[in-house]
């Protein structure tokens, strides 16, 4: 089938190859090689453009944790040599930038539906195919469906009564107006520390005339130590971009920091002394890549943890306001380690108050405000910085509805099961990228949306050459899948933090760890493994007969 214009038809049904929901990294390199396989391809998008998260999170401070030169695109020779960032660590615009080049010289707009919401995706097992309903009347109908929904694109505004009341400026970090906001003469109030609240936090606390931080749990952070990009190291790194991407595919982390093999405690103490030092003043994320044990063994793990509370101590001037930021009751790094650019500084401005609501907990939002038990707060603007329902909450926010009948909702109702993070058992033909139990969040979230997306177009192709219409996991295969990520779950200190990795901010939500924890490159493996031992880990169509390799 050829190429096809895939405009939106208000009211239609359109068939196309491959229907593809989500225009975030993921998403776009979906409908590039989908296209290039030579498919008809249809993209759905809520949002009006391409770039997923990075087109809602325009707060101030916005930036991504991983190195610009890791999280990008390494499928194309010719991209990676055309674009040059220009910081260690890039700004949400230039992010956005990115995207919208890549759309631009990919040509990838014109297949997609943008302010378009999915409602609902249908499987028709006579038929052999997806039926996804869309907000603006129109039914798609594919034989493929990939699910590049982000795992972090349901924001999640907090638990307080009283959220309409406000009268002020009530602003979500994911939901950033696209005009600027001025906070000049303002009181502001953030709710949220995670990393998005942190980034606002630096950055509103140098604008505002009185900024009011929320905080119910402190994050650790770590200096970020972001940089310009020299010329000559950005003309090195073009020199080398295929090697490094390789080495990437063969990296724990889908990134370029190095992996190490040493125990905390093979150092004597000076020496590990000296290793954090170094990891504090390298900053970025240098201490998971100092000793490879942080994440299993507690006693090393609360050493790093007792370096960097003494670290925030020394930084912070008022000693009751250092102590309510030290984290404290979690092992550091089972929340997602946060890098800053002085955000413990922003806590010795005068105009910056640490609210603690651990021990002085919110009661409501009025509407001048926030009431916490010792009194109100009065706020000009009101910023949530409280999260998503991540990993999950994207694929569940409409009804996926597979054979006989089966919601994903009901197969996931005490948790997310998963073959690969990439298949459903019950759900043919339905790919996810980056999807639960997989490494998301964990690993560099463009590394592995390209392995997904040439995983699904390998076994797509696979299955062209071999006639066949459909293929879905085994219950076996996903059982086994399921086991392996529990098991690599109970040995890590991650399990031991109320987060979102383990479901714990979302009310109701299954708690469990569902993501795979033994590295990107083992996953890689495991996937070709699977891809290569296709009678006993699927179960292909019509026939019902398992295809030999
Ligand atoms: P996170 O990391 O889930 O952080 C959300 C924050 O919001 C966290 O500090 C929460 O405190 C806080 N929160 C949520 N509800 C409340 C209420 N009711 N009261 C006070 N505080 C509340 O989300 P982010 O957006 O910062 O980061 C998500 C990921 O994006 C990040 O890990 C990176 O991968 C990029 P709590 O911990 O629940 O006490």
Request: charged share 25%; hydrophobic share 40%.
């Amino acid at each position: 089938m050829s190429n096809t214009d895939t405009r939106k038809t208000e009211g239609s049904r359109r068939r196309v190859d491959v229907i593809v929901v989500g225009a975030g990294f993921a998403g776009m390199y979906a409908t590039y090689r989908f296209r290039e396989m030579g498919k008809s391809v249809v993209g759905v998008e809520a949002a009006g453009d391409v770039g997923g998260v990075w087109y809602w999170n325009r707060y101030p401070g916005a930036r991504c944790d991983l190195m610009s030169v890791d999280y990008s695109y390494g499928f194309s020779e010719e991209i990676q040599q055309e674009w040059t960032w220009s910081e260690q660590f890039a700004s949400q615009e230039e992010i956005l930038a990115y995207a919208n080049f890549v759309a631009d010289r990919l040509d990838l707009r014109k297949h997609y539906n943008f302010n378009t919401r999915v409602v609902s995706a249908v499987w028709d097992d006579a038929a052999r195919l997806w039926r996804a309903t869309t907000d603006s009347g129109e039914t798609l109908e594919a034989p493929f469906c990939i699910m590049s929904t982000g795992p972090l694109s349901i924001p999640k505004d907090p638990d307080i009564a009283g959220i309409d009341r406000f009268k002020g400026q009530l602003l979500r970090a994911q939901k950033w107006p696209h005009t600027p906001v001025s906070f000049e003469g303002k009181r502001v109030g953030v709710i949220g520390t995670g990393s998005t609240g942190i980034q606002i936090i630096q950055t509103v606390g140098r604008q505002a005339v009185e900024l009011f931080v929320f905080q119910r749990t402190p994050s650790f952070t770590l200096p970020m130590r972001n940089h310009k990009l020299e010329p000559d190291y950005v003309a090195e790194m073009k020199r080398h971009y295929p090697a490094m991407r390789e080495a990437m595919r063969n990296n724990p982390t889908g990134g370029t920091r190095p992996a190490t093999s040493r125990p905390y405690f093979s150092l004597p103490p000076s020496q590990r002394l000296q290793a954090m030092e170094q990891a504090w003043i390298n900053g970025g994320h240098t201490f998971l890549g100092s000793f490879a044990d942080l994440l299993t063994n507690q006693e090393a793990n609360d050493q790093v943890a007792d370096f960097v509370r003494e670290k925030i101590g020394e930084i912070v001037k008022d000693p009751k306001v250092a102590e309510a930021l030290k984290p404290r009751g979690y092992p550091i790094f089972a929340r997602r380690p946060c890098l800053d650019t002085e955000y413990y500084e922003t806590y010795n401005l005068p105009n910056v108050h640490l609210v603690d609501v651990a021990s002085d907990p919110i009661v409501e939002i009025t509407e001048k405000g926030i009431r916490t038990q010792s009194g109100e707060t009065e706020l000009d603007i009101l910023i949530f910085a409280t999260g998503y329902d991540a990993l999950t909450g994207a694929l569940l926010a409409f009804d996926v509805v597979g054979r006989n009948g089966r919601t994903l909702k009901e197969k996931w109702k005490s948790g997310a099961r998963s073959h690969l993070g990439i298949m459903i058992e019950g759900f043919p033909n339905l790919f996810a990228t980056g999807g639960p139990n997989g490494p998301a969040a964990l690993a560099n979230l463009i590394t592995i949306a390209e392995h997904d997306v040439d995983w699904i177009a390998d076994m797509i192709t696979y299955m062209e050459a071999n006639g066949l219409a459909t293929v879905e996991p085994t219950p076996e295969a996903e059982e086994a899948w399921m086991k392996l990520v529990v098991s690599l779950a109970e040995r890590s200190l991650i399990r031991k933090a109320n987060t979102w990795w383990v479901g714990a901010n979302v009310k109701g939500k299954p708690q469990g760890l569902t993501m795979f924890l033994g590295g990107f490159h083992k996953y890689r493996e495991l996937c070709a493994a699977a891809a290569q031992d296709r009678s006993s880990q699927f179960v292909f169509d019509r026939a019902r007969e398992s295809a030999a390799a």
